[in-house]
């Protein structure tokens, strides 16, 4: 410190009380001002809770990096044209009260998938889709999933779900079942349906009865 100076001229200080003013700027926009605006915010009638399945589906998507590829945040019209993509309408908050951590994403490589479930509720499709994506769409550029699988000779087990592949990716002789995880994807992926209404309806104008009438 150097001598001589006042309290208020001392540059440690300024430099302290400058990034504590930063910080506690940074903190109350980042921060508070969100908690404030999300705090009531209730889960709407339409959003179910996910099933401990459809739970463990998350983990998985989580587990292989489907959020670096899929975004689950449809944007209004507004601002892209989200809604005639087919990816349903824009998102609000109450639409991820179950979700955490949220799994909005920050890269659209693939399609956003917040209302797969309703686009795509086969999961069938889903599954041959995570084994081969280029079985269903020619040049996909998605990775497929084979460690979700097991692929063997001869017949399944009882009780085991069989990947129904298209006919030009089926091996004779060959047969691909669904391993646990990936019937967890799948749940999770078909249970992925936002599209009812995001606000609750207005209420309903009453009529004026016949009294009130002129
Ligand atoms: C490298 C980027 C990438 C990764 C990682 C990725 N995807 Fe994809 N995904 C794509 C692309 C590109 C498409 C569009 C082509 C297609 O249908 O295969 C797609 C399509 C899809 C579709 C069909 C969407 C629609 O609207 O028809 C689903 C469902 C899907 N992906 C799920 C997943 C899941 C689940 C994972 C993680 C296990 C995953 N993706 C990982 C790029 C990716």
């Given at each position: 410190m150097s001598a001589g100076k006042s309290f208020w001229e001392m540059d440690e200080l300024r430099l302290i009380v400058g990034a504590m003013v930063i910080l506690g700027g940074a903190t109350g926009i980042l921060v508070v001002l969100p908690y404030l605006l999300l705090e009531n915010v209730k ?19 989580i587990?292989?990096?489907?959020v670096y590829?899929?975004s689950?945040q449809?944007r209004?019209?507004?601002q ?11 998102s609000v908050a109450g639409?991820y009260a179950?979700d955490t951590p949220h799994l909005l994403g920050t890269m ?107």
């Amino acid at each position: 410190m150097s001598a001589g100076k006042s309290f208020w001229e001392m540059d440690e200080l300024r430099l302290i009380v400058g990034a504590m003013v930063i910080l506690g700027g940074a903190t109350g926009i980042l921060v508070v001002l969100p908690y404030l605006l999300l705090e009531n915010v209730k889960p709407p009638a339409g959003l179910k809770p996910y099933t401990d399945q459809q739970w463990l589906g998350r983990q998985t998507y989580i587990a292989n990096g489907c959020v670096y590829c899929h975004s689950q945040q449809p944007r209004d019209i507004k601002q892209a044209p989200d809604a005639k993509r087919g990816w349903g309408r824009a998102s609000v908050a109450g639409d991820y009260a179950y979700d955490t951590p949220h799994l909005l994403g920050t890269m659209r490589t693939g399609p956003d998938l917040l209302n797969i479930g309703a686009r795509q509720p086969s999961k069938d499709w889903h599954l041959g889709h995570l084994y081969q994506p280029r079985a269903y769409t020619p040049g996909s550029i998605m990775p497929s999933y084979p460690f979700l699988f097991e692929v063997r000779q001869g017949a399944a087990k009882a009780g085991e779900t069989v990947v129904n592949l298209p006919p030009s990716f089926a091996k004779a002789g060959q047969v691909v079942v669904a391993k646990p995880e990936a019937l967890a994807l799948v749940d999770y992926l078909v249970s992925l349906d936002r599209t009812y209404p995001a606000l609750p309806p207005l209420p309903v104008a009453v009529a004026p009865s016949a009294k009130e009438k002129p």
